[in-house]
Nanobody, 128 residues
Framework: QVQLVESGGGLVQAGGSLRLSCAAS????????MGWFRQAPGKEREVVGV????????????YYSDSVKGRFTISGDTAKNTVYLQMNSLKPEDTAVYYCAAGSHVNSGTTTDEYDYWGQGTQVTVSS
């Protein structure tokens, strides 16, 4: 069993930055694929980024959606069992509830059904 707890959301002006954290407990996250998703009101949950470790932090495979590529960065701290989503140059269209997810059999990692565990979500609001 894995528990995921997100934090770091909030209100920020366009062009600003936020760093989201996803603390995992129950099992070390390096054995899982981890994904960041977001869901805006009235829209489907969409992938933001995916990271899959190949047994060590030195060999992660990372994917970013086109909408955030170059602005968002996924990183991790294996000692803290925490994954981060650094969000820079935020835009009003980035406003959503952000979720982290973990799955033991992640393939592409871009669809919600590949994940077994989800956090509760954290609200990110970007004002224009």
């Amino acid at each position: 069993q894995v528990q995921l707890v997100e934090s770091g959301g909030g209100l920020v002006q366009a062009g600003g930055s936020l760093r989201l954290s996803c603390a995992a407990s129950g099992r070390t996250f390096s054995t899982y694929g981890m994904g960041w998703f977001r869901q805006a009101p009235g829209k489907e949950r969409e992938v933001v980024g995916v990271v899959r470790w190949s047994g060590s932090w030195s060999g992660p495979r990372i994917y970013y959606s086109d909408s955030v590529k170059g602005r968002f960065t996924i990183s991790g701290d294996t000692a803290k069992n925490t994954v981060y989503l650094q969000m820079n140059s935020l835009k009003p269209e980035d406003t959503a509830v952000y979720y982290c997810a973990a799955g033991s059999h992640v393939n592409s990692g871009t669809t919600t059904d590949e994940y077994d565990y989800w956090g509760q979500g954290t609200q990110v609001t970007v004002s224009s």
